[in-house]
T-cell receptor
């Protein structure tokens, strides 16, 4: 079956430092990966959408300079939160889909970021 | 626009009764509508979805309805159990090949016994 592994599950970083999270698709080709953030008491905000062979598209309020994303192949994507501050804390989720998976978006377990 | 509105934000029901959550969307090109259940500390899990070529879909106690004309869709949980207590999120997407989902604000469902 299709699975998405995301790691780390939890991380704590000092204010102003950066942290990287990774997403691995297993059992399917992740042609499209979306990164979301769920801030405390909020819904899921789309950060950016990465489709193989296309430029990564960032949503309003999110930039490549702050959340650089790499999607080098059909099974892996990573995102870094640069210079993390209190407002960056939350649950970060990667969702992936690919050909043969229909419309289903498979989510990783999420990376919960705390900032001290 | 791309907003998805979800109501109610909080829903409390008695065990055995039905629970209904309603969503509306703005983008008339949306053609895929999944529902996710999120338990505390966990990632959201897909529980049921419906595509624009359908008006109704049922998986066991879960029923989703889609009214494309009104741009509304809803989730109905029949015979609710305490284990159904969780956050529920609706979402909408234009599945032109991307993974972009627009989520509703979520509904906190509490089923009391």
């Amino acid at each position: 079956g299709a699975l998405v592994y995301q790691y780390p599950r939890r991380t704590i970083c000092k204010s102003g430092t950066s942290m990287r999270m990774e997403c691995q698709a297993v059992g399917f080709q992740a042609t499209s990966v979306a990164w979301y953030r769920q801030s405390p008491q909020k819904t899921f905000e789309l950060i950016a959408l990465s489709t193989v062979n296309s430029a990564i598209k960032y949503e309003q309020n999110f930039t490549q300079e702050k959340f650089p994303i790499s999607h080098p192949n059909l099974s892996f994507s990573s995102m870094t939160v640069l210079n993390a501050y209190l407002e960056d804390r939350g649950l970060y989720l990667c969702g992936a889909r690919g050909p043969g998976q229909g419309y289903t978006l498979y989510f990783g377990a999420g990376t919960r970021l705390s900032v001290l | 626009g791309e907003q998805v509105e979800q109501l109610p934000s909080i829903l409390r029901v008695q065990e055995g009764s039905s629970a209904s959550i309603n969503c509306s969307y703005e983008d008339s090109a949306s053609n895929y509508f999944p529902w996710y259940k999120q338990e505390p500390g966990e990632n959201p899990k897909l529980i049921i979805d419906i595509r624009s070529n359908m008006e109704r879909k049922q998986i066991q106690e879960l029923i989703v309805l889609l009214d494309k004309k009104a741009k509304r869709f809803s989730l109905h949980i029949t015979d609710t159990q305490p284990g159904d207590s969780a956050m529920y999120f609706c979402a909408a997407a234009n599945q032109g090949g991307s993974a972009k989902l627009i989520f509703g604000e979520g509904t906190k469902l509490t089923v009391s016994s």
